[in-house]
Nanobody
Framework: VQLQASGGGLVQAGDSLRLSCVAS????????MGWFRQAPGKEREFVAN????????NYADSVKGRFTISRDRAKNTVSLQMNSLKPEDTAVYYC?????????????????WGQGTQVTVSS
């Protein structure tokens, strides 16, 4: 599976961005999909994930109520809608796929990774 993330950019605090992740190589319809982020000097951290069925989601406390993860099974894509962005959301955002229906928030348990897209939020 190859993952291609896009949609990052430079925005002001309070603005919105929508990240997209397109999968190729095979269908991700049975995969758990997640978004992670990594700020300079920090470890990669969990942001959100979505069940293979698409009917359940999980979020980090820091983004709950502001970010929404979704998937389009027909298009083989996963998206992350980010609203009310804060400077502390600044990071490189990665989409990831876990070839297992058991959901995980641990980066080490994801099998495939995209190249990352930079999100910068100015105050």
């Amino acid at each position: 599976v190859q993952l291609q993330a896009s949609g990052g950019g430079l925005v002001q605090a309070g603005d919105s961005l929508r990240l997209s992740c397109v999968a190729s190589g095979r269908s991700i319809s049975t995969y758990t999909m997640g978004w992670f982020r990594q700020a300079p000097g920090k470890e990669r951290e969990f942001v959100a994930n979505i069940w293979w069925s698409g009917d359940r989601t999980n979020y980090a406390d820091s983004v709950k109520g502001r970010f929404t993860i979704s998937r389009d099974r027909a298009k083989n894509t996963v998206s992350l809608q980010m609203n009310s962005l804060k400077p502390e959301d600044t990071a490189v955002y990665y989409c990831a796929a876990r070839a297992n229906k058991v959901v995980s928030t641990s980066a080490s348990e994801y099998d495939f990774w995209g190249q990352g897209t930079q999100v910068t939020v100015s105050s």
